[in-house]
């Protein structure tokens, strides 16, 4: 009864435009893309032709436009690339001999002008004079401020065996950065510039999209065997008379489109229902939250299509599962998910590559059979993976920041995002494996990656710059969800929601820098963090803070002579001694406790210092913690029993928590514990070899 | 078999001082290779506060942070010492299964136990010491080439998921298969060595090898089935672990310790269990001389002083 109650009210709500709603509801379309493409599985080539029509958003007149040609990445040893990736990206290796290019084999204007001869490649990042990733057409006649030019090109692309992203396995086809695509033109003004010009950047291993928004209709013919699932929506199947059928799909409001083929697939269908996936609880609890009304934080249904390998049946409710969490959160916390449908597509077995892949309304997700059953149900890696990529549809396809110059805008937000997510609904010490009695978290795992040693790298730097290029991993992905969790534990969880809700509905199908971000969360919280900011986006230091020297010690009577009203006075040491030694034996002693706290990382930020003292109650103290050292001092009729920095570990960018307190008395338990497992792991080594 | 592996398991039972002489032998040798680690994690977290949370729930961010300022110190100390500690058990390895077979076969307990131990560890030292190097050279060997023909016969599974899991797991379980057989060879010809007092260990190894072969199933079973009680063993102490909460206070670290103990002298039975049934395999199955003109019988001071594999077939109780 409640359920059709709440439905009610949702269809009655869903039929009155919230006026107080800030979600934009569409993007600005600068692009139209109409394309007709047929796979060939013997050559495993696409054939396809593409119309698109590109508005002119600024003021300049445009002569020239910029491609992408994405898959020629994979052309040979020589492109930008396979350098940098060194043929190995994400634990999957380039297969030899398996080369992927595009070829535009035509391209003329809607007068007939022909224009592929003059095309020339660019290679604005590196120079590389072999990469042919980049390609700008010179116009003859240019598009005035506010007008639009429409191409019809035609191209031909050889899909490479999957190792990163895209390409074929077996049967298995994911078509994704597969057509010429337009780079953005940027007016002045525009995320900082100065003149308007194109942003065009080559394919960089850690690299992958920027693109502007528009609507995609593309009919994909394949073989009638195969299963197909793409960006958007399908609006028509026919079947064609060779033997093959063709799928049109449309979506807009949307900067990019994808699809995969496979004969294999198992299809999985499922909807996420805004009124039996939500309980009206929920509702009011994030509209609570957010300080928004109830309407504001209505979802609305979407379709669920789960394409499984068979192999992998029995994870079929865990990927709907997460893919309903992930729309339910997400769209809970940062604004619903407004698009109509949702594609999850588990790459096959070798085209892992594939796998973990965010793309609009459409994502890979990538698990193992292994998975299937207890006791490795338990590691949720499938779960995990298909909330990441749900995520990046709201931090990179509707908040489409540049990926190439500023990657954790979309992947640290994400990441962020997503272990929100998995402690909501696994549980904060076992989102991510909860394994024989072994648990682990997010935090856990942050923890674990964040290290003394990784201060050579800035977060804010273009993907292709961090060194080791592997470090991108932690600057685009876990030390900003670092920072994130720390800012949040500063300035509270129901500050933090409303920071990244603002941020998501201002920044909505538009093109956010990490200043934009930084200005938003200056202004929901009313101060200024480029204190913060500065320190750990810009700068590379780490912090640490830790107990230095500690002592306790009773206050001794005074000795020696004094000078008071009533005259001169001597203190010998025996008296002295006599009165310490009664004030010891009364319990009625002073004591002198002093504590030095240190700091030995670059970064400072606010913490608190905890103390107790015997018989006292907890005291807290707030330390600034700019300066390198700080000494607290103390004078309690007990002993100091511990010290302990940011007690409440709300400091996550902390590199080692091992070293924040200090005990007065060692608890030798958990050496013990520990000591425990390891002497049994060290005797079963022993006892088997010892008895061979 | 059924019989010899019941009577192997009472063997076990009867002979619980040789099983707890063995079990506190390695105990104390992994209690030695465990004080570093102690010592580093005494120094590491009894005076830290985020220690705490080991009590709560096991934690992997705790052991990185103690790493964080250490380097591989830290790190290389465990393995090192793992490393030492199971070098030093491989060493001891002779000494002990010459020991376990000396008490074992001798029925008569005309000597103390610790006599017959440490004799019979001694004295078949570095007969078994030579064996153990046949059995690991033939292993290398013998283990490498089924690992390679295994692997050339992978793409026999196929290229799908399930098809290479199959190939690993058959590659797994011929590769162990295989290595089983000199496993066991290794096992028979100690038992040889011991009731024959043989000195040419090549041909004892053959020996044990060619017996196996002979009654490949009786054997493997035997095995099988003490192997499998391991097994058990091992689910049952991953379930305490598992379901019991986190060791937190001094009563139930000493709970966890004893049970891990009892699981490390509970599996030391089950090995000399395994050992006392193959004996007993060996004497009812083993090859018989043809029968001849009866030789002189040697004279006692030929036989080794401590061995008899004559007397009552079933176990007797432990002589103090």
């Given at each position: 009864?409640?359920?059709?109650v709440?439905?009610l009210?949702?269809?009655?709500?869903?039929?009155?435009?919230?006026?107080?709603?800030?979600?934009?509801?569409?993007?600005?379309?600068?692009?139209?893309?109409?394309?007709?493409?047929?796979?060939?599985p013997?050559?495993?080539?696409?054939?396809?032709?593409e119309?698109?029509?590109w508005?002119?958003?600024?003021?300049?007149?445009?002569?020239?436009?910029?491609?992408?040609?994405?898959?020629?990445?994979?052309?040979n040893?020589?492109?930008?690339?396979?350098?940098?990736s060194?043929g190995?990206?994400?634990?999957?290796?380039?297969?030899?001999?398996?080369?992927?290019?595009i070829?535009?084999?035509?391209?003329?204007?809607?007068?007939?002008?022909?224009?592929?001869k003059?095309?020339?490649?660019?290679?604005?990042?590196?120079?590389?004079?072999?990469?042919?990733?980049?390609?700008?057409?010179?116009?003859?006649?240019?598009?005035p401020?506010?007008?639009?030019?429409?191409?019809?090109?035609?191209?031909v692309?050889?899909?490479?065996?999957?190792?990163?992203r895209?390409?074929?396995a077996?049967?298995?086809?994911?078509?994704?950065?597969w057509?010429p695509?337009l780079?953005?033109?940027?007016?002045?003004?525009?995320?900082?510039?100065?003149?308007g010009?194109?942003?065009c950047?080559?394919?960089?291993?850690?690299?992958?999209?920027?693109?502007?928004?528009?609507?995609y209709?593309?009919e994909i013919?394949t073989?009638?065997?195969?299963?197909?699932?793409?960006?958007?929506?399908?609006?028509?199947?026919?079947?064609?008379?060779?033997?093959?059928?063709?799928?049109t799909?449309?979506?807009?409001?949307?900067?990019?489109f994808a699809?995969?083929a496979?004969p294999?697939?198992?299809v999985?269908?499922?909807?996420?229902?805004?009124?039996?996936?939500?309980?009206?609880?929920?509702?009011?609890?994030?509209?609570?939250?957010?300080?928004?009304?109830?309407?504001?934080?209505?979802?609305q249904?979407?379709e669920?299509?789960?394409?499984?390998?068979?192999?992998?049946m029995?994870?079929?409710?865990?990927?709907v599962?997460a893919?309903?969490?992930?729309l339910?959160?997400?769209g809970?916390?940062?604004?619903?998910?407004?698009?109509?449908t949702?594609?999850?597509v588990d790459?096959?077995?070798g085209?892992?590559g594939?796998?973990?892949?965010?793309?609009?309304?459409?994502?890979?997700?990538?698990?193992t059979?292994i998975?299937?059953?207890?006791?490795?149900?338990?590691?949720?890696?499938?779960?995990?993976?298909?909330?990441?990529?749900?995520?990046?549809?709201?931090?990179?396809?509707?908040?489409?920041?540049?990926e190439f110059?500023?990657?954790?805008?979309?992947?640290?937000?994400?990441?962020y995002?997503?272990?929100?997510?998995?402690?909501?609904?696994?549980?904060?010490?076992?989102s991510?494996?909860?394994?024989?009695?072994?648990?682990?978290?997010?935090?856990?795992?942050?923890?674990?990656?964040?290290?003394?040693?990784?201060?050579?790298?800035?977060?804010?730097?273009?993907s292709?710059?961090?060194?080791p290029?592997?470090?991108?991993g932690f600057?685009?992905?876990?030390?900003?969800?670092?920072?994130?969790?720390?800012?949040?534990n500063?300035i509270?969880?129901?500050?933090?929601a409303?920071v990244?809700?603002?941020f998501?509905?201002?920044?909505?199908?538009?093109?956010?820098?990490?200043?934009d971000?930084?200005?938003?969360?200056?202004?929901?919280?009313?101060?200024?963090?480029?204190?913060?900011?500065?320190?750990?986006?810009r700068g590379?230091?780490v912090?640490d803070?830790?107990?230095?020297?500690?002592?306790s010690?009773?206050?001794?009577?005074?000795r020696?002579?004094?000078?008071?009203?009533?005259g001169?006075?001597?203190?010998n040491?025996?008296?002295?001694?006599?009165?310490?030694?009664?004030?010891?034996?009364?319990?009625?002693a002073?004591f002198?406790?002093?504590?030095?706290?240190?700091?030995?990382?670059g970064?400072y930020?606010?913490?608190?210092?905890?103390?107790?003292?015997?018989?006292?109650?907890?005291?807290?103290?707030?330390?600034?913690g700019?300066?390198r050292?700080k000494?607290f001092?103390f004078?309690?009729?007990?002993?100091?029993?511990?010290?302990?920095?940011?007690?409440?570990?709300?400091?996550?960018?902390?590199?080692?928590?091992?070293n924040?307190?200090?005990?007065?008395?060692?608890?030798?338990?958990?050496?013990?514990?520990w000591?425990?497992?390891?002497?049994?792991?060290?005797q079963?080594?022993?006892?088997?070899?010892?008895?061979? | 078999m059924?019989?010899?592996?019941r009577?192997?398991?009472?063997?076990?039972?009867?002979?619980?001082?040789?099983?707890?002489?063995?079990?506190?032998?390695y105990?104390?040798?992994a209690?030695?290779?465990?004080?570093?680690?102690?010592?580093?994690?005494h120094?590491?977290?009894?005076?830290?506060?985020?220690?705490?949370?080991?009590?709560?729930?096991f934690?992997?961010a705790v052991?990185?942070?103690?790493?964080k300022?250490?380097g591989?110190?830290?790190?290389?100390?465990?393995?090192?010492?793992?490393?030492?500690?199971?070098?030093?058990a491989l060493?001891?390895?002779?000494?002990?299964?010459?020991?376990?077979?000396?008490?074992?076969?001798?029925?008569?307990?005309?000597?103390?136990?610790?006599?017959?131990?440490f004799?019979?560890?001694?004295?078949?030292?570095?007969r078994?010491?030579?064996?153990?190097?046949?059995?690991?050279?033939?292993?290398?060997?013998?283990?490498g080439?089924?690992?390679?023909l295994?692997?050339?016969?992978?793409?026999?599974?196929?290229?799908s998921?399930?098809?290479?899991?199959?190939?690993?797991f058959?590659?797994?379980?011929?590769?162990?298969?295989?290595?089983?057989a000199?496993?066991?060879?290794?096992?028979?010809?100690?038992?040889?060595?011991?009731?024959?007092?043989?000195?040419?260990?090549l041909?004892?190894?053959?020996?044990?090898?060619?017996?196996?072969?002979r009654?490949?199933?009786?054997?493997?079973?035997?095995?099988l089935?003490?192997?499998?009680g391991?097994?058990?063993?091992?689910?049952?102490?991953l379930?305490?672990?598992?379901?019991?909460?986190v060791?937190?206070?001094?009563?139930?670290?000493?709970?966890?310790?004893?049970?891990?103990?009892?699981?490390?002298?509970?599996?030391?039975?089950?090995?000399?269990?395994?050992?006392?049934t193959?004996?007993?395999?060996w004497?009812?199955?083993?090859?018989?001389?043809?029968?001849?003109e009866?030789?002189?019988?040697?004279?006692?001071?030929?036989?080794?002083?401590l061995?008899?594999?004559?007397?009552?077939?079933s176990?007797a109780?432990?002589?103090?």
């Open positions: 009864m409640r359920r059709l709440l439905a009210i949702l269809a009655a709500l869903a039929a009155v435009p919230a006026l107080a709603d800030r979600l934009p509801e569409q993007a600005a379309g600068v692009v139209e893309y109409d394309i007709k493409v047929r796979l060939d013997a050559s495993k080539q696409l054939h396809a032709t119309r698109v029509t508005k002119n958003p600024s003021s300049d007149t445009v002569g020239e436009l910029w491609f992408h040609l994405y898959l020629n990445a994979f052309k040893s020589q492109s930008t690339f396979v350098k940098e060194g190995k990206l994400r634990g999957d290796a380039m297969t030899p001999d398996a080369w992927g290019w070829d535009i084999t035509s391209i003329r204007t809607t007068s007939g002008l022909h224009l592929a003059q095309l020339v490649f660019e290679r604005p990042d590196d120079g590389n004079p072999d990469d042919q990733t980049v390609v700008r057409l010179p116009l003859a006649e240019p598009v401020p506010g007008g639009s030019i429409t191409l019809d090109i035609t191209f692309a050889q899909l490479p065996k999957v190792f990163a895209t390409g074929y077996g049967s298995f086809y994911l078509v994704g950065q057509f695509k780079g953005v033109y940027e007016p002045a003004g525009m995320r900082g510039r100065e003149t010009g194109w942003n950047h080559q394919f960089h291993a850690n690299s992958e999209f920027y693109a502007d928004f528009g609507s209709h593309v013919t073989p009638a065997s195969f299963v197909v699932g793409a960006t958007g929506v399908r609006k028509t199947e026919k079947i064609n008379g060779d033997g093959t059928t063709t799928y799909y449309e979506q807009a409001d949307v900067h990019d699809w995969t496979d294999r697939y198992q999985v269908r499922a909807t996420f229902s805004a009124s039996r996936d939500v309980t009206t609880a929920e509702y009011d609890q994030v509209a609570g939250l957010l300080g928004r009304s109830r309407a504001e934080v209505l979802l249904d979407v669920i299509t789960v394409l499984l390998q068979p192999e992998h029995p994870q079929a409710q865990r990927h599962d893919a309903k969490a992930g339910k959160w997400f809970l916390w940062y604004g619903r998910y407004p698009y109509r949702l594609t999850v790459p096959a077995f085209g892992g594939a796998g973990g892949m965010e793309y609009p309304t459409f994502i890979t997700a990538g698990t059979a998975f299937n059953r207890w006791p490795f149900d338990r590691v949720r890696a499938p779960e995990e993976v298909t909330v990441h990529e749900f995520g990046h549809q709201f931090w990179y396809a509707m908040v489409a920041n540049n110059e500023e990657a954790w805008l979309d992947e640290g937000i994400n990441s995002s997503t272990g929100k997510v998995m402690e909501r609904v696994y549980g904060a010490n076992a991510l494996v909860e394994f024989l009695g072994i648990g682990m978290g997010e935090v856990d795992t942050l923890r674990m990656s964040n290290s003394p040693a990784a201060r050579f790298n800035r977060v804010m730097a273009r292709w710059e961090y060194t290029s592997g470090t991108y600057y685009a992905y876990q030390k900003p969800e670092i920072i994130l969790r720390t800012l949040e500063h509270g969880e129901q500050t933090m409303r990244m809700r603002t998501q509905e201002r920044w909505r199908f538009r093109h956010p820098r990490s200043e971000f930084f200005a938003v969360v200056n202004e929901v919280t009313g101060q200024d963090f480029a204190w913060y900011f500065d320190q750990v986006m590379t230091d912090l803070y830790e107990v230095g020297e500690v002592t010690t009773p206050i001794r009577q005074p020696g002579v004094f000078d008071d009203a009533k001169r006075r001597t203190v040491e025996e008296d002295a001694a006599k009165a310490d030694r009664e004030a010891e034996e009364k319990r009625t002073t002198r406790s002093s504590v030095t706290v240190r700091r030995s990382g970064v930020f606010p913490v608190e210092v905890a103390f107790k003292f015997d018989g006292g109650p907890v005291e807290r103290l707030t330390w600034d700019r300066d050292t000494v001092t004078d309690r009729p007990g002993r100091l029993e511990w010290v302990d920095i940011d007690p409440d570990r709300k400091v996550l960018l902390d590199v080692n928590w091992l924040n307190g200090r005990r007065r008395d060692p608890d030798n338990r958990p050496a013990m514990n000591t425990a497992r390891w002497l049994w792991f060290v079963t080594v022993i006892s088997t070899l010892g008895m061979i | 059924f019989t010899d592996i009577r192997g398991f009472a063997a076990a039972v009867s002979h619980y001082r040789l099983v707890a002489l063995v079990w506190v032998s105990a104390l040798l209690v030695a290779a465990t004080v570093p680690a102690l010592s580093w994690w120094g590491a977290l009894s005076g830290s506060m985020e220690a705490a949370t080991l009590l709560k729930r934690n992997f052991l990185a942070d103690a790493l300022y250490d591989i110190g830290g790190f290389s100390m465990l393995t090192g010492g793992v490393v030492g500690a199971g070098l030093l060493f001891a390895s002779p000494f002990v299964m010459g020991g376990v077979l000396a008490v074992l076969g001798d029925k008569g307990r005309v000597h103390s136990f610790m006599a017959r131990y004799g019979g560890g001694g004295y078949f030292y570095w078994f010491f030579r064996l153990m190097l046949i059995f690991g050279a033939s292993v290398v060997v013998v283990g080439a089924t690992t390679m295994a692997a050339a016969a992978a793409p026999l599974f196929g290229e998921e399930y098809g290479t899991y199959l190939g690993v058959v590659d797994l379980v011929l590769v162990k298969f295989v290595c089983a000199f496993f066991l060879a290794l096992d028979y010809a100690r038992i040889r060595v011991v009731q024959d007092d043989s000195r040419k260990m041909r004892a190894y053959g020996a044990g090898l060619a017996f196996v072969l009654h490949l199933l009786t054997t493997y079973a035997a095995a089935i003490v192997v499998s391991a097994g058990l063993l091992l689910v049952g102490y379930a305490y672990e598992t379901l019991t909460p060791a937190s206070t001094w009563g139930l670290i000493a709970v966890l310790i004893a049970v891990q103990q009892a699981f490390h002298f509970l599996r030391t039975g089950l090995r000399i269990a395994l050992i006392d193959e004996t007993r395999i004497e009812r199955l083993k090859p018989r001389p043809a029968v001849v009866a030789a002189p019988a040697p004279s006692v001071s030929e036989i080794p002083h061995l008899s594999s004559e007397g009552d077939d176990p109780p432990e002589s103090s």
